[in-house]
């Protein structure tokens, strides 16, 4: 099967210590190498205020990472850690290998496109607002 | 909604040959709508929306980014339909997954607190 591509978001109380964070970070790596996943990037996205109270609480700690697997079993794995784990309040996987595949299509058919009839001096390469899945934080 | 009052289409400023390569491009059709808004008691003449996402092309709505999403939701939490913000179906079909997804890590509220 093909490589599989997700983003993992969790969040944390906002009183847990950064180290204790980190040992979750380690302790997904390590669920998530066991079954033959990787992690390909984590990003702290710090204390963030939510949309709405989860647990009573108005801030949570951001964690957002990249996740590589070729079978589901990872999923269903980390889940059961994140949900079982204290300081995670929330936490969301969603499967984005699809989008970003439509999203290179796209990019390839217009550059195609441009290249086909070059009156308009090349649109501006810039991808623009939230064209881009990078994990550049928010 | 704001769509009563005719906003006097400014003419692109630039003199004639002015539209060049610089720019986004004038946004689909830009003075088409209308006509002249002059004689007439209440001639309405309403501006084409146009798809922001179509504009600045979009191939991916990013649910992560909360402030690019925000516009389209209502004071109260629930989605903008197209015919209010005038995005195209490709895109407001994208833009509904990327909302519920934010709501779902709270970045976006499903309904307003008191």
Same mark, same amino acid.
């Given at each position: 099967?093909?490589?599989?591509?997700?983003?993992?978001?969790?969040?944390?109380?906002?009183?847990?210590?950064?180290?204790?964070?980190?040992?979750?970070?380690?302790?997904?790596?390590?669920?998530?190498?066991?079954?033959?996943?990787?992690?390909?990037?984590?990003?702290?996205?710090?204390?963030?205020?939510?949309?709405?109270?989860?647990?009573?609480?108005?801030?949570?700690?951001?964690?957002?990472? !990249?996740? $590589?697997?070729?079978?589901?079993? *990872?999923?269903? /794995? #980390?889940? &059961?850690?994140? @949900?079982?784990?204290?300081? !995670?309040? $929330?936490?969301?996987?969603?499967? *984005?290998?699809? /989008? #970003?595949? &439509?999203?290179? @299509?796209?990019?390839?058919?217009?550059?195609?496109?441009?290249?086909?009839?070059?009156?308009?001096?090349?649109?501006?390469?810039?991808?623009?607002?939230?064209?881009?899945?990078?994990?550049?934080?928010? | 909604?704001?769509?009563?009052?005719?906003?006097?289409?400014?003419?692109?400023?630039?003199?004639?040959?002015?539209?060049?390569?610089?720019?986004?491009?004038?946004?689909?059709?830009?003075?088409?709508?209308?006509?002249?808004?002059?004689?007439?008691?209440?001639?309405?003449?309403?501006?084409?929306?146009?798809?922001?996402?179509?504009?600045?092309?979009?191939?991916?709505?990013?649910?992560?980014?909360?402030?690019?999403?925000?516009?389209?939701?209502?004071?109260?939490?629930?989605?903008?339909?197209?015919?209010?913000?005038?995005?195209?179906?490709?895109?407001?079909?994208?833009?509904?997954?990327?909302?519920?997804?934010?709501?779902?890590?709270?970045?976006?509220?499903?309904?307003?607190?008191?």
């Amino acid at each position: 099967m093909e490589e599989r591509q997700y983003d993992l978001i969790f969040i944390c109380r906002p009183d847990t210590p950064e180290p204790d964070i980190d040992k979750i970070i380690a302790t997904v790596e390590h669920a998530a190498a066991d079954k033959g996943g990787k992690i390909e990037s984590v990003n702290k996205w710090g204390r963030k205020r939510m949309a709405y109270r989860v647990q009573k609480l108005r801030e949570g700690y951001y964690v957002y990472m !990249v996740l $590589k697997s070729t079978h589901g079993e *990872v999923i269903k /794995e #980390l889940e &059961r850690r994140l @949900k079982v784990s204290d300081p !995670v309040m $929330k936490y969301l996987t969603v499967r *984005v290998d699809e /989008e #970003l595949k &439509r999203q290179e @299509k796209f990019k390839r058919h217009r550059e195609r496109r441009a290249a086909r009839r070059p009156r308009k001096a090349a649109p501006a390469p810039a991808p623009p607002v939230g064209g881009e899945q990078t994990a550049a934080a928010v | 909604m704001s769509e009563g009052h005719v906003p006097q289409q400014a003419p692109p400023a630039s003199g004639p040959g002015g539209g060049g390569p610089s720019g986004p491009r004038p946004q689909g059709g830009g003075g088409r709508p209308g006509g002249p808004a002059k004689r007439g008691k209440r001639s309405f003449v309403r501006k084409k929306k146009v798809c922001r996402f179509c504009v600045d092309r979009v191939d991916f709505i990013d649910y992560k980014k909360a402030e690019i999403l925000a516009p389209f939701i209502q004071e109260r939490g629930k989605i903008l339909p197209r015919r209010m913000t005038g995005t195209c179906s490709r895109h407001q079909r994208w833009l509904t997954v990327a909302i519920k997804r934010a709501q779902n890590i709270a970045l976006l509220p499903f309904a307003a607190e008191l």
